[in-house]
């Protein structure tokens, strides 16, 4: 597992390029983050995305996570803002202190969305790293 250090615009670009899928920015916004929301698309920024998102998604199953609730702990340890490469099991949670209380918010590429307070997650035996790029 490794998190690594990105531009803090790397995030909002990401997001920026689903602007066709999105009707505004507020919508990367969970209502329980009280941090602000943007209102335009120039105003995107890291710091007013609520949700992480896969990077690296080219033919995903019904079950492959595409985005969720920012505020990721690995193994009751809180994931950092960054490129988070998941290359070994882990216990992906939620913290206590922000959203949702200890529970988290998981968008599946069948278009479901699940909410628990952890899941035990690896990566593919045969294939690389999950990379989530966290706000």
């Known amino acids: 597992m490794r998190v690594l250090g990105l531009d803090s615009q790397e ?3 990401q997001w920026k390029a689903r602007t ?3 009707s505004s920015p507020r919508v990367l916004r969970c209502p329980t983050d009280r941090r602000p929301s943007a209102t335009t698309w120039d105003g995107l920024a890291s710091t007013n ?3 992480f ?3 690296g998604v080219s033919d995903p199953g019904p079950q492959t996570r595409l985005a969720g609730d920012r505020n990721l702990t690995t193994n009751g ?3 950092a803002a960054g490129l988070f490469c998941l290359t070994e099991p882990v216990h992906l949670g939620w913290s206590l202190s922000e959203m949702h209380r200890g529970r988290g918010n ?3 590429a069948d278009g479901s969305v699940q ?3 952890e ?3 690896a990566p593919p035996a045969d294939g690389p790293a999950l990379r989530f790029l966290v706000p």
């Open 53 to 55: 998102l896969a990077l």
């Open 77 to 79: 340890v809180p994931v």
């Open 119 to 121: 899941w035990i997650l």
């Open 106 to 108: 998981s968008v599946f």
């Open 49 to 51: 995305i609520s949700f």
């Open 11 to 13: 995030l909002p670009l």
């Open 115 to 117: 909410a628990r307070a």
């Open 20 to 22: 066709r899928e999105l």
